[in-house]
Structures are given as structure tokens and as C-alpha cells.
């Protein structure tokens, strides 16, 4: 019976199969049948019909198709069983069996009666079964191997085919398991292949690069479970010949044989699908990595190109020419630091080519693609190259002709000058004016190399650089120098009447020659900016007015000389004056264009998609003050400076007045560095790009950025000019205290930077006052107290440091290098100490060194000694720091004058032996005012003071008063050895006159008996005791240690002992400040005494 059944497996079937009612041997018929042996099953008859219908199925299924259409020889075993089972038997298999029958064998039951019946109901019952094929009833085993050869039947029937059912089950589960993983990999591998074959090629190098990556991974996994497969194949393989390896005698089976074939077979198919993968693998990976190749070249072609198209733009802004010899080597300088760094672009841009040129010959499938790109990039680099030629060559022929420019207008120079200074009396003779004949013969033979010749062959010579401009420039040098010729001939006209006329020489009364400058002034048009004529050339008015009145017969070419020498300088100061005006204009315009193309827009909701994250919120570092700047600028300095365009030398009141708003700048420095941090970080946000597009910039933002930096530098350099040309003129001190203050805000910002670069301070550095100075040292330091050898090493190893100057305190720092470009190059400083200045001193000469000076604190118990790089560094500091103490010592003493006239007024005071209280008092004041009002006894201050002759016996504390007499052979320098009013104790103690208040006290500075014969030498450290306040900050003490008594300044003493409150506040004072002060409660004490740290790290 045939009907359509869907393919069964083994493992589906798994349990049924085991139940063994019917196996497939291998054994074989005459013709090469395939035997299906029913063995003797007792449940025969139970097995339900579905399950006996598969098995059948799936035993049918196995043969190949040849052998299924011979036909099947079913053996049908049932020796055991009864003549009805044999029946139910025979009619179930003759009505479910699926294939071909050649021949029915069935053992029939043994038992006699069984056989019989077996027998006879076989002869009247043969038309029950309805089959095709013979049945043969067999009685025994060897009637069977009379139908199948004994080497073709099982051992149960007396065969010698060897079968395991339970291997062979197992064989077939693994082989159609393997059929079926064979199949699955197939199916992937193919699935697999249309993916990469449909694959569209990705624009970008990131989808190439994932793609790539991508189907890498994927490939690796299915050539791992390729090789699962092939390893399980070998595996079942090895299983089927294990027979042959135990016993190489051993015959397979033919369903064993099948077997092997099978999975041979399937280990062939998945070792050629394999092979055609890889060969497509192999071509698609080739595709992709060429892909990968293109796109990267692509992307670095964009990238290059961008480059070069930037570098290419930035070289067509070099059209300019210059105005002056110098701008032009500057801006040569400019163009080969461009070359330089454009270099790099180029050198991208022909490897680049270079690395296509290789793809192309490496046959890549985008030849089309790729070669354009290389010619246009070598195209591209030969441009760029050709065009920088150009400009060099263009800027060279522009020195050229600034050279010769200004050799012209140095010669016409040097001619005015020498018209100018030729003297009045060796004219009036005839030597003296064929002398001077023959001084101006003699310069006119030098102007063959130093004059224009030609006006229209320099034209033509140099026709591609001249632009209008340059043209006019040109035109005015060449009238000046025929104005100048013109000159000469008049004087050589008048020089040869005087030489022909025999005249009596006029007394000579201008001054000589050497009452002249020496050198040439400037002359007009000439180099903006430029600083290279000195300030002496000008020749001074007063020798044209003097040589005017004493040579009455060359009058009128002396002042025609004057007047032109004046008019030259005139129109110097309009050129300076223009020149500040314009640029002052273009400077506000750049402000105005930064801060509405760049500020504005970081607020415009339009571009904030633009803005990268690192630069939100950050649009006040980025441009700093700018804003308040522009408006100073727009509002205010370029309106005044239009008011002085045409008094050009009083524009330096203009600076004076204005002189605390350029305090602005200082704030715009110091915040340039982390402006620039945060250019460096998002320099490449397309948000700039965009800005820079709309404002049409060929400069990017950074450029612009530094505008304010570049302008309040070009200011005294303006100055400088202006001041040059006008050293007669009204306004000339205004010019230069204007020069001046701008010099000097341009130190505090160079100092302000450095400040604000130091790490480490606790403080508030504002505390300290203003920065007055700082610069490197080289320091020793030698201090009382400290172990000996370290005293010693600190003698002879010196510390860098650099030094800060404040008006309250002086700091050591370490400086240290840090690496970076631009502001981040910039060193930092790492503080290490500070001196308080109300306790330092200073002596200037060191010997054996001009370059060192030493700065002591608390009366020498430290001592610094600083070496400065050049004695001239040395006497600016030194110059500096006497100012500081100076200027201590000067506010000490007007706190304690005006406290000496509160104390007359409201306290009585007892009179000495020698004179009353208002004469003492009145002559205190009168010195301390005199003081006071007399710079020269200021600068000689030291702590030595005279000596009361006779001490007052009286009991309390007398008026204290001071002579302010200095030493001339001291050079010791501090504001805190000023002796000290006593009365300040009294004002802070209380109300009523302080009493006495005897203790010991120790000495902290020497004291020899120079100053008066009642004087007692102490030295430092001895122990005295208080016995009476004397006048002129002196007490009259006993020396423990020597018994002896005398007069020794208050200001050298120290409370040590004391059995009052007050005494206790004096010892407190010192404790807590390091000041050398006897009082705490004092008035310059609260005045000059912060609180510093000393000492750190």
C-alpha cells in the first residue's frame, strides 16, 4: 500500500524504534533485497497502529531507491507464538506495509498443534491474504536459509550477520542528525552569501568600518559551526569503521556501507560548500577593505583639500607690500613662519596622491574615483607652491624698493642736517665758505648710490608692487629729495658769493657744532611705527633763531632751512597723528565686529545648536572684557582723540586724562589665558566656522581676540613717535608722562600676569598692596638660628627664586617651566615664603659683589642675601625697597607727631631737669615736622639716635622724643627700627598718665657707646633692667650682665619679665607679630603691622 507520508527520522521515532518489533538488519536477498525481520513479539497485536505505521515508514525509507524497487523480504518470526497471532500478523503487515514486497517468509509456530492448525487454515484461508507476493510458511530456520544465505540472517536466526539494534539506532539518529546540520550550514552559508552579494557599498569610512566589522564576525561564526559539522562527520564516521578497526577482517554490512557512503558523502558536499565560501568570502572581503581604502582616502582628500583651501586663502591675504623696509621684513618673516607650517598641509596633500597613486595600482575597482582626486591634489600643491614663489619674490622686490626708499630718505636727511648745521662764523670767511663748498660737493657725489635716479624706470622696475599708496609714497620721497637738491644749489649759490666776496667775518656768537644733535631726524612718510631714528635727530629751534640773528648775509637761506626743517617735522607729527586716528578706528570697528559677529551670536537661539558643549555658558572667558573695552574706545578716547587731530603734539593730554580707564586692560590680560585654554579646546566648533563665513573673516576668531594686546603695546610705541617729532613743542612733557604711565600700565599687566600665576598663597595677595616689582634672584639665606652645617650649605648653595614686591610684604617663590604653547607656556610660581615689610631692612652693598644687597627681617635674625642678574636690576630694587620703607617710616612718624600734639592738648606731662614740657614738646614737634618735610633726611634714616645727657631721677614716664639725625656710613635700610611713642600705651591703657613699670627686658639689637658719653654698649641677647624712661625714645637701664647702667635706645629692647599687664601686652606684641617693636598698642604698629606667614615650605 502507497500513500504520501512525510519523511520520518529516527529521533523522531526514537522510542518506537527501540520497542524493536521490526528492524532492519542489512541483511540482503538473492537479488540484493532488503530483509525487514519481524521478530517473535508478544504485544504484537497491542502496538497501536499509528506507531506501527511509522516504523514500517521509516524502515522502507532507509534502502536506497534501487533497492526499494526490487522489493522488500519480510521475515516474519513467529515460532513461539499461536496460529491466530500468526493471522492477526500477517493480514496487519499485508495492509499497512508502505513498499514493494518480493517475498514473505514466515516461521510458523513449532508446537504440533499449532503447526497443524497452522497448516490446514493456511490451505482454506489463503485468499484472506490479499497480497501480491508469495507467502511462504517455513517450518524451521534451515528452510529459511534455503530463501536468504545464512551470512544475510541474524544470529536469532541462525545467521551470522553481526547487528546491534541499539548501535544501530544510535547510527542513524547521528547520521540523519548530521544530514540535517549539513543541510542547516548549507542553507546559512547560502542565506549568508545573498547578504554580502546585496550588500550596497557605505559612503562613509565609520558604516565601511562596521560593515567590515560586522561581516568579519559573522563569517568567523559560521566557519565555526562549519567546523562543528565536519568535526561531527569525521566523529560519526569513525564510529561506522569501528569494526574495521578492531578487525580489519571484518565485512561491513550494506546498510553499514549506506552508512559510510552517506556521511561521506555529506562531509564531501560541506568540505565544497566550504571551499565556495571562502573563494566568495575572499572577493567580498577584498571589496569591502578596498572600500574601506577608498572611503578613507575620500575622507582624507576632504580633509586635506579643506586644508590647503584654508592655507590657499590665508596666502591670498598676503596681497599687501608693506610702508616701510621694516614692516616688509616683517611681513616676510610672517610668510616664511606660513611657509613653514603650511608645509606640513602640503606634504599630506602629495603623500596623500602619492598613497591614491598606490590604490590605482593595486588595481582597486574606483580607479575613476581616485585618480581625479590625486590630480587635483598635485595640482593643488603645485598651485599653492607657485603662488607662495610669487609672493615671496613680490615681497622681496618690495624690500628692495624700501630699501632704496629709505636710503633716499636717509640721504636727504642727512642733507638737511648738515644745511642745518653748518657754522655761522666759517661762513663769513672766504675758507669757510669754500670749506663748507666743499662739505656739500662732497655729500652730493654719495648721492649716486643712495638717491632714485630715474622716477619712471623705478616705476617700470617695480610696477607689480606698486599700488597707489606706494606709488604716492614713492612720488613724495622723490619731490622731497629734488626740494632737497633744490636747497643745495641755493646754499652753494650763496656759499660761492661769499667765497668770491672778501667780507669781514661777523663775531661769532651761535654755539659751535656740537651744540647740535649728531644724527638726522626722520623724515615724513616714512615707516609707520617704525623706532629706528633716534630722539636726538632733531635739530633744535633755538640754534636756527640764534644762527638766524648773527648771520644777517645768508639770512634767507638759514631760513628757508629753518622753516623747511619745521615743516618736516610738522607733517611727521600730522603722519603719526593720522596714524593713531586710523588705527584707533579700524581698532574700534574689529571690536564692534567681534563682539555683534561672535558674542551676539553665542546668545542667538538660531546658532546654539552650533555651539559645542565645552563652550556653553562660557562666552564671558572666551572674550573677557571686551565689551567694556570697545566701549571705552567707541564712546570716549577715539572722540578725544579727534578733538587733538590738529594739535597732534598736545594728544598726549589726551593719555593723561584718560590714564585710569586703560586699567581695563590689565583685567583683559589676565583673563587671556583661559581664553585662549578654551579656543584651544573648541577652536574646531562649527559654531566659529560659521561666524567667520558670515563676517567674510579670512582671520579666525583668535586672531581677533588678541587685538586688545596688540593695541595697548602699539600706544607707546605712537608715543615714542610723536615725542620724537616733537622735543620743542608745547606739548612735549605731556608726551612724555604720558609715555610713561603707558610703560608703566603696561608693567602692571606683565607683573599682574605673574601675580596671578602664583599657587600655593593662602592669603588674599590684594592684601598686600600693590606689586611694585618682580624678577629672578639667586638667595642665600643666613640665619641666627638653625643647626651650624645647615648655616653653613645655605652660604654657599643659592636658590633660584623669584621675588614679588608688594607695598606691605616682599614673597619668595619657586618658578617652574610648564610645557604648552602660547599663555600655557607661561611659567607658574610655587610660593615658599614672605616677609612682612613693616620688619624688614635692607644693606646695599654686599662685598665682592656689585650685583648682590641683603634683605634682613626681625633685626637680623634672618638674613637674605639676593643677587641680582645685573647691577642695574640691583639698584632698581634696591632703589624700590627704600621707597616702600621710606614710606613706612614717613606714615610712623606723622602717626606719632599727630598723637604727640593729642597728648599736649589733653595730658599734663612732668618736665624734665633740664627744660619744661612745652619747650620739649614744641622742639619734638618742630624736628619731627622738619623730618617730616625733608626728603634727604628721610632717605638717611637709621636706627642710631642721640642720647639724653642727663637722665631724669623722677619717678613716671616722661614725653618721648626723638632726633632723627641720620648715620651716613650705615647702609641698613628698615621702617620698623622708627622708636616708639610711648604714650600710645597710655591711650590704649587708659585714661591719666602711664606709671613706670620697672622689669627686665633683653636685648635684641647691639648698641655701642657712640651715642653720648651716658650711653651703654649692649650687645644682642644681654639682660637689663627697666630703671627710667628717658627723652628721644631712650631708658636708662642696668645691664645684669656687666652692672653696668646707661642710656640705650627703647627700640632694642624686648619686655622679658614683667609684673604688669601692660608689660605682658609688649611680649605678646612680639610673639604674635615678629615685629621688633617695644609696643604693641602703638599706632605704627597697628598701621604698618599685617600679619604674614614667614616661612612656607
Request: hydrophobic share 35%; aromatic share 8%.
Amino acid at each position: 500500500m502507497h500513500q504520501d507520508i512525510t519523511p520520518l527520522y529516527a529521533a523522531d521515532i526514537e522510542d518506537q524504534l527501540k520497542k524493536q518489533f521490526a528492524y532492519l538488519s542489512g541483511g540482503r536477498g538473492q537479488d540484493g533485497c532488503p530483509v525487514i525481520t519481524f521478530p517473535d513479539y508478544p504485544a504484537f497485536s497491542e502496538i497501536p497502529e499509528k506507531e506501527f505505521q511509522n516504523v514500517l515508514t521509516y524502515l522502507t525509507s532507509i534502502p536506497s531507491l534501487q533497492d526499494t524497487g526490487i522489493g522488500f523480504i519480510l521475515v516474519i518470526d513467529r515460532r513461539q507464538d499461536k496460529w491466530t497471532s500468526v493471522k492477526a500478523s500477517v493480514l496487519r503487515i499485508a495492509a499497512s506495509f508502505p513498499g514493494n514486497l518480493q517475498l514473505v517468509l514466515v516461521l510458523r509456530p513449532t508446537g504440533f498443534l499449532q503447526r497443524t492448525l497452522s497448516d490446514i487454515a493456511f490451505k482454506f484461508n489463503r485468499d484472506e491474504f490479499k497480497m501480491k507476493v508469495p507467502i511462504i510458511m517455513l517450518s524451521s530456520v534451515p528452510e529459511l536459509q534455503s530463501y536468504i544465505d545464512k551470512t544475510q540472517l541474524t544470529e536469532d536466526l541462525g545467521g551470522t550477520l553481526d547487528y546491534c539494534h541499539s548501535k544501530w539506532l544510535s547510527h542513524r539518529t547521528a547520521i540523519e542528525s548530521f544530514a540535517l546540520m549539513v543541510k542547516q550550514t548549507a542553507q546559512m552559508l547560502q542565506s549568508f552569501g545573498t547578504e554580502l552579494a546585496e550588500t550596497e557599498l557605505p559612503n562613509d569610512v565609520q558604516s565601511t568600518n562596521s560593515i567590515l566589522s560586522a561581516h568579519t564576525e559573522k563569517k568567523g561564526k559560521m566557519k565555526e559551526d562549519m567546523m562543528l559539522a565536519l568535526k561531527e562527520g569525521h566523529t560519526i564516521l569513525e564510529s561506522i569503521r569501528e569494526p574495521l578497526a578492531k578487525n580489519p577482517e571484518y565485512n561491513l554490512n550494506q546498510d553499514q556501507l549506506d552508512n559510510q557512503t552517506t556521511v561521506q558523502r555529506l562531509l564531501d558536499h560541506l568540505g565544497e560548500t566550504e571551499a565556495a565560501f571562502d573563494e566568495f568570502w575572499a572577493k567580498h572581503q577584498q571589496k569591502l577593505e578596498q572600500c574601506l581604502q577608498l572611503r578613507n582616502f575620500e575622507q582624507n582628500f576632504r580633509e586635506v583639500k579643506a586644508i590647503l583651501d584654508v592655507v590657499s586663502e590665508r596666502l591670498s591675504a598676503f596681497t599687501d607690500v608693506g610702508n616701510s623696509y621694516a614692516h616688509v621684513e616683517h611681513m616676510l618673516k610672517d610668510l616664511t613662519s606660513f611657509e613653514e607650517k603650511s608645509n606640513e598641509a602640503v606634504e599630506k596633500a602629495r603623500a596623500l596622491s602619492l598613497e591614491g597613486n598606490q590604490l590605482i595600482q593595486s588595481k582597486h575597482y574606483a580607479v575613476d574615483s581616485i585618480s581625479p582626486k590625486c590630480n587635483e591634489l598635485q595640482h593643488l600643491c603645485d598651485e599653492f607652491t607657485a603662488e607662495m614663489s610669487k609672493r615671496r619674490n613680490l615681497l622681496h622686490q618690495s624690500l628692495e624698493l624700501h630699501c632704496l626708499l629709505e636710503k633716499s630718505m636717509k640721504w636727504c636727511d642727512e642733507g638737511i642736517y648738515l644745511l642745518a648745521s653748518q657754522p655761522v662764523d666759517r661762513c663769513q670767511s672766504q675758507d669757510g665758505a669754500e670749506s663748507a663748498l666743499q662739505e656739500i660737493e662732497k655729500f652730493l657725489d654719495t648721492g649716486a648710490k643712495n638717491k632714485i635716479q630715474e622716477l619712471n624706470k623705478v616705476y617700470k622696475e617695480y610696477e607689480p608692487i606698486l599700488n597707489p599708496d606706494l606709488k604716492e609714497h614713492v612720488q613724495k620721497v622723490f619731490q622731497k629729495q629734488e626740494s632737497m637738491e633744490e636747497m643745495f644749489q641755493k646754499r652753494q649759490v650763496s656759499l660761492k658769493k661769499l667765497a668770491a666776496k672778501q667780507t669781514r667775518p661777523v663775531q661769532p656768537v651761535a654755539p659751535r657744532p656740537e651744540a647740535f644733535t649728531k644724527s638726522p631726524c626722520t623724515s615724513p612718510g616714512l615707516r609707520r611705527g617704525s623706532e629706528n631714528s633716534s630722539e636726538s635727530n632733531m635739530p633744535r629751534r633755538g640754534n636756527y633763531r640764534r644762527a638766524k640773528s648773527e648771520m644777517s648775509d645768508i639770512q634767507q637761506g638759514r631760513s628757508g632751512s629753518m622753516m623747511d626743517d619745521e615743516e618736516n617735522l610738522a607733517i611727521l607729527r600730522r603722519h603719526v597723528m593720522n596714524e593713531l586716528i586710523e588705527t584707533e578706528r579700524a581698532y574700534v570697528e574689529e571690536l564692534l565686529c567681534v563682539l555683534e559677529g561672535y558674542a551676539a551670536e553665542m546668545d542667538n537661539p538660531l546658532m546654539m545648536h552650533l555651539i559645542s558643549p565645552a563652550l556653553q555658558n562660557k562666552k564671558d572667558v572666551l572674550f573677557g572684557n571686551m565689551e567694556e573695552i570697545y566701549h571705552f574706545h567707541n564712546r570716549i578716547f577715539l572722540r578725544e582723540l579727534e578733538n587733538y587731530i590738529d594739535y597732534p603734539e598736545l594728544v598726549g593730554r589726551c593719555f593723561l586724562e584718560r590714564m585710569e580707564d586703560f586699567q581695563i586692560y590689565e583685567k583683559y590680560c589676565q583673563n587671556k589665558p583661559r581664553s585662549e585654554s578654551l579656543w584651544r579646546q573648541c577652536s574646531d566648533c562649527v559654531f566659529f566656522q560659521e561666524c567667520q563665513k558670515k563676517l567674510d573673516h579670512k582671520l579666525s576668531l583668535d586672531s581677533y581676540l588678541l587685538k586688545p594686546v596688540q593695541r595697548i603695546t602699539k600706544y607707546q610705541l605712537l608715543l615714542k613717535e610723536m615725542l620724537k617729532y616733537s622735543k620743542n613743542c608745547e606739548g612735549a612733557e605731556d608726551l612724555q608722562e604720558a609715555l610713561t604711565s603707558i610703560l608703566g600700565i603696561l608693567k602692571a599687566v606683565n607683573d599682574s600676569m605673574h601675580l596671578i600665576a602664583i599657587t600655593g598663597y593662602d592669603g588674599n595677595l590684594n592684601e598686600l598692596g600693590k606689586l611694585l616689582m618682580q624678577g629672578s634672584f639667586s638667595v642665600w639665606t643666613d640665619h641666627k638660628k638653625g643647626h651650624a652645617k645647615v648655616k653653613d650649605l645655605a652660604r654657599f648653595k643659592p636658590m633660584q627664586r623669584h621675588l614679588f614686591l608688594h607695598e606691605k610684604a616682599v614673597l619668595f617663590c619657586k618658578k617652574r617651566e610648564e610645557n604648552g604653547e602660547g599663555y600655557e607656556k607661561a611659567p607658574s610660581y610655587s610660593y615658599k615664603q614672605s616677609l612682612n615689610m613693616t620688619a624688614v631692612g635692607i644693606t646695599e652693598n654686599v662685598k665682592g659683589d656689585v650685583k648682590k644687597f641683603e634683605i634682613w627681617y626681625n633685626a637680623r635674625e634672618e638674613v637674605y642675601i639676593i643677587q641680582a642678574p645685573t647691577p642695574e636690576i640691583k639698584a632698581t630694587w634696591v632703589n624700590e625697597i627704600r621707597k616702600v620703607l621710606t614710606s613706612q617710616l614717613q606714615a610712623c612718624r606723622e602717626a606719632s607727631q599727630h598723637r604727640a600734639l593729642e597728648q599736649t592738648q589733653s595730658l599734663p606731662l612732668p618736665t624734665s631737669s633740664n627744660t619744661s614740657p612745652s619747650k620739649n614738646q614744641t622742639k619734638n614737634i618742630k624736628k619731627l615736622e622738619e623730618r617730616k618735610t625733608d626728603p634727604a633726611g628721610l632717605e638717611g634714616y637709621v636706627s642710631s639716635a642721640s642720647v639724653p645727657k642727663n637722665p631724669d631721677k623722677s619717678k613716671g614716664w616722661t614725653k618721648n622724643s626723638y632726633s632723627l639725625d641720620a648715620s651716613e656710613d650705615n647702609d641698613g635700610w628698615s621702617s620698623t627700627e622708627e622708636p616708639l611713642n610711648s604714650s600710645d600705651a597710655e591711650e590704649e591703657g587708659g585714661a591719666g598718665p602711664r606709671k613706670l613699670v620697672p622689669g627686665k627686658y633683653t636685648v635684641v639689637a647691639d648698641h655701642d657707646e657712640k651715642g653720648g658719653p651716658e650711653s651703654l654698649a649692649v650687645k644682642s641677647g644681654d639682660i637689663v633692667e627697666l630703671l627710667q624712661e628717658g627723652e628721644e625714645g631712650f631708658w636708662f637701664v642696668k645691664n645684669l650682665t656687666t652692672s653696668k647702667e646707661g642710656w640705650v635706645p627703647a627700640s632694642n629692647l624686648l619686655a622679658l619679665i614683667s609684673n604688669s599687664k601692660s608689660a605682658q601686652s609688649l611680649s605678646s606684641s612680639e610673639s604674635g607679630t615678629g615685629s621688633t617693636f617695644l609696643s604693641s598698642s602703638s599706632s605704627c604698629s597697628e598701621s604698618c603691622n599685617a600679619t604674614f606667614s614667614d616661612i612656607k615650605g
